[in-house]
């Protein structure tokens, strides 16, 4: 069906909380990816899995920490979320890692307060 | 590091006028441009893309250009319609083709 699925949707949590976000594919592309965007600063890669167990630190990897133990999903960790992490984080795959289509989840919207 | 500029950060057009939106990279290296559009509350979803071999691609009311030598690419909507209305983001690839820059992205409102 070509869907990325992300959950949860929204989030709240406090300072210092772990946080998960998971994300799921049906496509079984072999990478996939996690962003973030945040106003005047747009998306920034966090974390890159070429496939399962094969995890690159992106541009902003500090703070968290990823899971992919199969290829369909990818877990983006937050162990003791701070408020500069609050943001609305993506994840999305594609097929292989030769410049081809990302396609994206709707999403996570994550507040730490 | 290479960078990406995304000259326009809105664009107001009447429906049915063509829209532009024009974005530079640095990085001579780059290969690949790709353009995705994300409406509100939504991911992005893939629009077009273009591959430093050529320098025109067009897919219906979409085309994008590709100035090698300016280091500049550009997106064209032609006959806009108001559900084009939404955030454009260009990109560029860097090093391995699976890591991109992105631009901070141009909103587009077609007026009907």
């Known amino acids: 069906d070509m869907k990325v699925t992300q959950m949860p949707r929204y989030l709240i949590k406090r300072m210092g909380e772990n946080v998960l976000l998971e994300c799921g594919q049906d496509m079984s592309h072999e990478t996939m990816y996690w962003y973030r965007q945040d106003p005047g600063l747009g998306l920034q890669l966090i974390y890159i899995s070429y496939d399962v167990d094969s995890n690159s630190e992106g541009d902003i990897p500090k703070g968290y920490r990823v899971s992919r133990k199969k290829r369909e999903h990818f877990s983006l960790i937050l162990d003791s979320a701070k408020t500069n992490q609050t943001s609305v984080y993506f994840c999305?795959?594609?097929?292989?890692?030769?410049?081809?289509?990302?396609?994206f989840g709707e999403g996570s919207r994550l507040i730490v307060v | 590091g290479e960078k990406v500029e995304q000259h326009e950060s809105t664009l107001s057009v009447r429906e049915g006028d063509s829209a532009v939106i024009n974005c530079t990279y640095t990085?001579?290296?780059?290969?690949?441009f790709p353009w995705y559009k994300q409406e509100a509350g939504k991911g992005l979803h893939f629009v077009i893309d273009?591959?430093?071999n050529v320098d025109r691609k067009q897919s219906q009311r979409l085309i994008v250009l590709l100035d090698k030598k300016a280091k500049r690419f550009s997106l064209h909507i032609t006959a806009t319609q108001p559900e084009d209305s939404a955030i454009y983001f260009c990109a560029v690839n860097v090093g391995d083709n699976s890591k991109l820059i992105w631009g901070l992205g141009t909103s587009l409102v077609v007026n009907p």
């Open positions: 273009i591959r430093s």
């Open positions: 990085d001579t290296a780059s290969s690949y």
């Open positions: 999305a795959s594609s097929l292989g890692n030769s410049g081809n289509t990302l396609y």
